[in-house]
């Protein structure tokens, strides 16, 4: 049970949010193991190596795996805790295509969790996740375990909840503990539970719900955040178009007491900003019209950039272009739903006499989309600047950041970021 001394927990699911979460776990006096399909990526936890990278994250992970505290598999096994933190995308796997969401990755985790169940068990799913989705969970359990029930306090009881994740890559290990934490609840005590659980390691303020606030909360939460992006988007294709400096309108429009205009850039990318106010379109696609028009100007955002840059390359036979970032923000290794990503990719498909020179200073190859176009190279960042014939920042990079492109280049450059402003 969760109150037991060392609860043993199974965290389905070890990308950015299952290994961070069940290395916390390990090292605040949990028994985990940790599951994920990939032989490879349970091989390298198991050796206290990273899959990825996300600061202090390494240190975490190496020290539980050798004190035995944190192990990984293939197999879900027995625990007196599961939590699932797989990825819920959209549906046909093309997040620019349908916005509906796809729970089959979650459906799959409640359904090899089922088979483990004894009663008494809690059962949390941590995936950002569109409302009704923990009482899917539930559903999918108690279908394959008709000897399992909702009612608390009886020898089959199995308790559900939704605990979203609020964290931000690249301070993922600082959050976790810090930040507020919600959990919504299915059933009777399954709150409590949950509270019971993340308080091993979190000192945010744990707030109880239900499930369904839960799960909006999340959602909430980033559409928010993406309807203040496309603002300043949206400012910045209006200034283009009047012939203003969109860096220093926004600036000198923030010295107003009351107005904290955002930066614009190339676009949203993530796994959650680019992905969840979609979920709540689905869920009310008649009453969503803000945050579908927000969803809409940020995914125009990379066609913006291409028709500005496109123009100028075709002033040149063979164009070497020079695209700074791929990750979806700065100094991070994750591409999900990058709008560098999708701007690269397409001008690699409309540039192909010229070649486009890929810096990325947090991969070691190019990931199979772009590999596969045959005239994109990872170049490292010198060597890009010094070639490019034009150079097109896409992500604000500490490495970009701190560099002079007037040093470095005498090619035509595109700043999506504004970083280079203080150069000029």
């Not at 909702?150 to 964290?167: D, I, N, T």
């Amino acid at each position: 049970m969760v109150t037991s001394p060392e609860p043993a927990v199974a965290v389905i699911g070890l990308g950015y949010i299952g290994l961070p979460t069940a290395a916390v776990l390990a090292s605040s006096g949990a028994s985990v193991t940790g599951v994920d399909i990939s032989q490879i990526t349970v091989d390298a936890v198991n050796a206290g190596r990273l899959p990825f990278v996300e600061p202090e994250l390494g240190t975490v992970l190496a020290g539980a795996v050798s004190q035995g505290t944190l192990r990984a598999d293939t197999k879900v096994p027995q625990a007196d805790c599961f939590i699932i933190a797989v990825p819920t995308p959209f549906r046909n796997g093309e997040t620019r295509g349908s916005k509906e969401p796809d729970l089959s990755y979650v459906e799959a985790a409640a359904t090899s969790i089922a088979p483990q169940l004894r009663g008494g068990e809690l059962v949390i799913l941590e995936s950002t996740a569109p409302p009704g989705a923990t009482e899917f969970v539930a559903r999918t359990v108690l279908g394959l375990r008709p000897d399992l029930t909702l009612e608390a306090h009886q020898p089959g009881s199995v308790y559900f909840a939704h605990c979203p994740e609020r964290v931000l890559p690249g301070r993922i290990m600082v959050e976790l503990r810090t930040n507020d934490r919600i959990v919504g609840a299915v059933n009777e005590t399954a709150g409590e539970r949950a509270r019971d659980l993340y308080q091993l390691f979190c000192d945010g303020e744990i707030l109880l719900t239900d499930a369904r606030t839960a799960e909006l909360s999340k959602l909430t939460e980033n559409a928010f955040r993406d309807v203040n992006i496309a603002f300043a988007n949206e400012l910045s294709v209006i200034a283009d178009r009047v012939g203003v400096d969109v860096w220093e309108l926004i600036e000198l429009a923030n010295h107003h007491p009351r107005v904290n205009v955002l930066q614009p850039g190339p676009g949203v990318g993530g796994h959650c900003i680019a992905v969840d106010p979609w979920f709540i379109v689905s869920a009310a696609p008649d009453e969503a019209r803000l945050i579908r028009s927000a969803r809409e100007i940020n995914d125009a955002k990379p066609e913006f950039v291409l028709n500005r840059v496109l123009p100028r390359a075709q002033r040149f036979r063979s164009p070497r272009i020079a695209a700074l970032g791929l990750a979806f923000k700065a100094d991070i290794d994750d591409l999900r739903e990058s709008p560098a990503m999708s701007i690269v990719a397409e001008l690699a498909d409309r540039v192909q006499e010229g070649t486009v020179l890929a810096v990325e200073p947090h991969i070691d190859a190019l990931p199979e989309p772009l590999a596969a176009k045959g005239n994109v190279t990872l170049t490292p960042f010198e060597d890009a600047m010094r070639e490019a014939d034009i150079v097109l920042l896409l992500v604000d990079h500490t490495l970009f950041r701190n560099a002079d492109p007037a040093e470095l280049t005498r090619a035509e450059v595109f700043d999506t970021r504004g970083v280079w402003r203080t150069h000029r």
